[in-house]
Nanobody, 124 residues
């Protein structure tokens, strides 16, 4: 069973930074595509960033609204994936979810395993 636990959310002022982490309990972590998605109230879940398995190059992909401000990274030795969020805007306010899958796709529903989410609130 794959378990994902997010941490690092909170309240931050616009222009500030936050770092989210996701700990994944699975022996084959290094083989998974890892991604972050977010969901704001009354909105659909939105793909934020993804990172391929290290063995396939570990390349990254970002949603248009966060490209240039957010950075996704992974540490296969620690079974963790992180999301560094910079220049935060009030519209970044959402619950952020960590997800694991086998393909780099921007459709959140394509990912198999999900964490419970962590709230990020950006005040103006």
């Amino acid at each position: 069973q794959v378990q994902l636990v997010e941490s690092g959310g909170g309240l931050v002022q616009a222009g500030g930074s936050l770092r989210l982490s996701c700990a994944v309990s699975v022996r084959t972590f290094s083989t998974y595509v890892m991604a972050w998605s977010r969901q704001a109230p009354d909105k659909e879940r939105e793909f934020v960033a993804g990172i391929r398995a290290t063995w396939s190059g570990g390349s990254t992909y970002y949603g248009g609204s966060v490209k240039g401000r957010f950075i996704i990274s992974r540490d296969d030795a620690k079974n963790t994936v992180s999301l560094h969020m910079n220049s935060l805007k009030p519209e970044d306010t959402a619950v952020y979810y960590c997800a694991a899958g086998t393909r780099m796709v921007i459709t959140p529903s394509a990912y198999f395993h999900w964490g419970q989410g962590t709230q990020v609130t950006v005040s103006s």
